[in-house]
């Protein structure tokens, strides 16, 4: 089973190269902290305030191949965690179905956010994370 959450916040710190992105269960109380690196961290920071370069980024330019291959970002799913990995996949909706690609979490919410794409975790992995927390 999927579990809708929010990204919740962002935490960017100057003096790490680690910065921390926290995913909450949409109407529940399980949150978890996922551990990303900085350009991923402010690309979501900037995508999520609107922020555009006068140059596609790369979060920009993977949106738009998508839009012009005339697919749309459905949703993203984390849906696993190994060693203290987090892994996820993009569902894209083209004209022939569904298309899943892996992706690192960071990567998907910074390529899904500025559109409002709905986030989910797996069951397993949400019990996983709010056990070791």
Known sequence: ??????????????????????LREQGGEREFPIVI???????????????????????????DVIEKLNGELEKIVINDLKNHTFFATLVIRTQGGLVEVDSRPSDAIALGVASGTPIFVTEHVLR??????
């Open 128 to 133: 996983e994370v709010c056990r070791q927390a």
């Open 37 to 63: 690196g900085d350009a991923e961290a402010c690309a979501i920071d900037r995508r999520l305030k609107g922020y555009k370069k006068a140059r596609p980024m790369t979060h920009d330019l993977l949106a």
């Open 1 to 22: 089973m999927d579990v809708p959450v929010d990204l919740s916040r962002i935490v960017i710190q100057d003096t790490s190269d680690q910065q921390i992105i926290f």
